[in-house]
């Protein structure tokens, strides 16, 4: 079963404007990742937020982690056509060798 | 794509035909994953290694096996292919105490007729 849900399932915005894109979880969790998937390719790892941290900034992404409320959120900022994409949240779980859990994505559409 | 190469990246096969995906790694990391990637499910782990014939199932592990009798190779094999193995198969590669942040390669697409 999927341990992470990502929400909206579709985002389309203009240039410059902002995305914002929503992860819900089950269970407890070590560590809530980030990663984006270009049309064909395969995932490319964004960003990592660990329990213990509430917010985390890399360039021009933020994420923010509630464990109370099991959720979290990626922010894109000033948004480009570049950034067009499927997006994945994914947790660890507390035991076990090393697995991630994966949502079913985000797919933004930025136009320019 | 971080050192990963999987191959072949197209096959279309027939059903009840044995089917073997290779991902070989030049990153030396002791964790390989074999995912699928399917509409409607994202992404989904079939089976994953944690070291040179260590294997353990993943979520949707019925009707495929896997080996790793080295570092570098993850082979999974179908057996037996069936239509619902139809999919796109993506291989990943993490080292321990980094998080388990996991590195992908390119994709291998099966068809199943």
């Known amino acids: 079963s999927q341990q992470g849900e990502e929400d909206p399932q579709a985002l389309s915005i203009q240039e410059g404007e902002n995305a914002t894109m929503n992860c819900s979880y089950k269970t407890s969790i070590n560590n809530l990742q980030w990663y984006r998937q270009n049309s064909g390719r395969g995932l490319v790892h964004l960003i990592l937020?660990?329990?213990?941290?509430r917010e985390k900034h890399s360039g021009r992404l933020r994420v923010t982690l509630d464990t109370s409320k099991k959720s979290s959120s990626l922010l894109i900022t000033a948004s480009r056509a570049a950034d067009t994409a499927s997006y994945f949240c994914?947790?660890?779980?507390?035991?076990?060798?090393?697995?991630?859990?994966f949502g079913k994505g985000t797919m933004l559409l930025v136009s320019p | 794509d971080a050192g990963i190469t999987q191959s072949p990246r197209h096959k279309v096969t027939e059903t009840g035909t044995p089917v073997t995906l290779r991902c070989h790694q030049t990153?030396?990391?002791?964790?390989m994953y074999w995912y699928r990637q399917d509409p409607g499910h994202g992404l989904r782990l079939i089976h994953y290694s944690y070291g040179v014939k260590d294997t353990d199932k993943g979520e949707v592990s019925d009707g495929y096996s896997v080996s790793r009798s080295k570092t570098e190779d993850f082979l999974l094999t179908l057996e037996s292919a069936t239509s619902s193995q139809t999919s796109v198969y993506f291989c990943?590669?993490?080292?321990?105490?980094?998080?388990?942040?996991?590195?992908f390669g390119p994709g291998t697409r099966l068809t199943v007729l």
């Open positions: 990943a590669i993490s080292s321990p105490g980094q998080g388990n942040e996991q590195f």
């Open positions: 994914a947790t660890d779980s507390l035991s076990g060798y090393s697995t991630l859990t």
């Open positions: 990153e030396n990391h002791r964790y």
């Open positions: 937020i660990r329990s213990n941290e």
